[in-house]
């Protein structure tokens, strides 16, 4: 059997068609559990920590955001573990929507042993695109630094070529670990490397659409938040000697617009974790309906 792209890109939207109640539900999670995290980086952080962070907020720099990590230390550590613990649950629900619908108990939100796979599964794919890409940059910057001249730009850009397209083929050969990991009860790399054998520009255009797909949702979010601008915040105007950030109407636009990140992002996650769930049910479709990944 072969990965149909675009039916597996498209299973995140059918999902959200057949079960918008579920994916409401995953968007109640989303709103509940991102302001919590964002809490407890508030206290965990604490007010020097925060100034660190917003000093480097958009930085390139591999030097300051090592230099963040090793400021931050055991709270950095804290919060993104949580954050992936939160990623954990949520693809977990979404992958189980796709290869278990009828399991659908609570909106198919747990906190048991797939969720942990998942997560380690997260770490697993963190550290191969940390190997696959900073230690062949770094081979690319050192090997330009020593040539001069146009040779040094041909094997740079030749060189960034070539850490895009090692990053690609490793992301898209590692695409259905996650599914195979929930499905099978265990973490098995090499396995879930072998079932993309043969399907690598199948996945490939699978994850090209998914990606314009959640570029689109992007474009309605930022829609939808520009008409909310309208209707509610229209009109504002600042007053002599007044603060606009008090204005009622500008303060209910702003809760509106952070109530309408998280659905937004939720709606994405459906989109992107999706489509591999899919995509390993088309490459295991009999043995599922057989049963033998109960």
């Known amino acids: 059997m072969s990965v149909r792209p675009t039916d597996a890109a498209l299973e995140g939207l059918r999902t959200m068609r057949r079960k918008p109640l579920t994916v409401l539900a995953w968007a109640a999670f989303s709103l509940v559990m991102l302001p919590i995290l964002g809490l407890i980086a508030k206290i965990v952080l604490g007010d020097e920590g925060r100034t660190a962070l917003a000093g480097r907020v958009g930085s390139a720099d591999p030097r300051e955001l090592l230099d963040l990590v090793t400021h931050l230390g055991g709270a950095m550590v804290l919060l993104i573990a949580l954050a992936l613990v939160l990623g954990a649950v949520l693809q977990a629900a979404i992958i189980r929507s796709v290869i278990e619908p009828d399991n659908d108990r609570l909106a198919y939100l747990r906190l048991g042993r797939e969720e942990v796979q998942l997560l380690i599964v997260s770490l697993i794919t963190w550290a191969a ?60 790399v090499r396995a879930a490397w072998i079932q993309t054998h043969g399907q690598f520009f199948r996945l490939l255009a699978m994850f090209a659409m998914t990606i314009a ?74 043995e599922i309906d057989a049963g033998l990944h109960d």
Do not use: C, Y
């Open 129 to 188: 695109a940390l190997g696959v890409t900073v230690i062949p940059s770094g081979a690319v910057v050192l090997g330009a630094a020593l040539l001069s001249g146009a040779a040094a730009g041909w094997f740079a850009t030749l060189g960034a070529l070539a850490v895009i397209g090692l990053s690609l083929w490793v992301a898209v050969r590692l695409s259905l670990l996650g599914p195979h990991a929930f499905s099978h009860h265990h973490i098995d």
């Open 213 to 286: 797909l959640t570029a689109i949702v992007s474009v309605l979010g930022a829609m939808v938040s520009s008409v909310l601008g309208g209707l509610i915040s229209g009109g504002v105007e600042p007053e002599a000697g007044g603060v606009i950030a008090s204005h009622p109407r500008l303060i209910l636009f702003l809760l509106a617009n952070m109530l309408l990140a998280p659905i937004v992002l939720t709606l994405q996650t459906v989109i992107l974790a999706s489509a591999p769930a899919k995509a390993f049910a088309h490459l295991n479709q009999d």
